[in-house]
């Protein structure tokens, strides 16, 4: 995940226990991507995913979103945003959510579900 995001889970409302987990040495070192953000890709994230005219309030109402598909778009084969939102593709300017920016700019995105599938991850709570 971008370093941004990993701020994200820190200052958020499920900091306690996700956090707790995320921030543990090697945890952190595995999860967290070891590169910087290109500005300018952020920047057209931006432009083209929500619109080229935001004012400030509704820049951050975006939060980090923005961060998350820029790293995912710098290598958009490989990478893939996961995310609990739902595409809903009426939405305008700063309310789209994220699959929807994701597929006007080319990048994979799935939810957690999918994810989980592609990892082959199951749990035992069923045997």
């Given at each position: 995940?971008?370093?941004?995001?990993?701020?994200?889970?820190?200052?958020?409302?499920?900091?306690?226990?996700?956090?707790?987990?995320?921030?543990?040495?090697?945890?952190?070192e595995?999860?967290?991507?070891?590169e910087?953000?290109?500005?300018a890709?952020?920047?057209?994230?931006?432009?083209?995913?929500?619109?080229?005219?935001?004012?400030?309030?509704?820049?951050?109402q975006?939060g980090?979103?923005?961060?998350?598909?820029?790293?995912a778009?710098?290598?958009?084969?490989?990478?893939?945003?996961?995310?609990?939102?739902?595409?809903?593709?009426?939405?305008?300017?700063?309310?789209?959510?994220?699959?929807?920016?994701?597929?006007?700019?080319?990048?994979?995105?799935?939810?957690?579900?999918a994810?989980?599938?592609?990892?082959?991850?199951?749990?035992?709570?069923?045997?």
């Open positions: 995940m971008p370093q941004e995001i990993y701020e994200e889970i820190k200052e958020g409302r499920d900091a306690d226990l996700l956090f707790a987990w995320i921030k543990e040495a090697e945890t952190k595995t999860l967290v991507l070891d910087e953000v290109d500005v890709r952020v920047r057209r994230v931006i432009d083209e995913g929500y619109a080229n005219d935001l004012t400030d309030d509704e820049v951050e975006l980090r979103d923005p961060f998350l598909i820029a790293y778009l710098a290598d958009a084969a490989n990478r893939c945003v996961v995310t609990t939102e739902l595409s809903k593709p009426g939405r305008q300017r700063q309310n789209r959510h994220v699959p929807d920016v994701c597929g006007t700019l080319g990048v994979q995105c799935c939810d957690t579900f994810f989980g599938r592609a990892l082959n991850f199951s749990t035992s709570w069923n045997a």
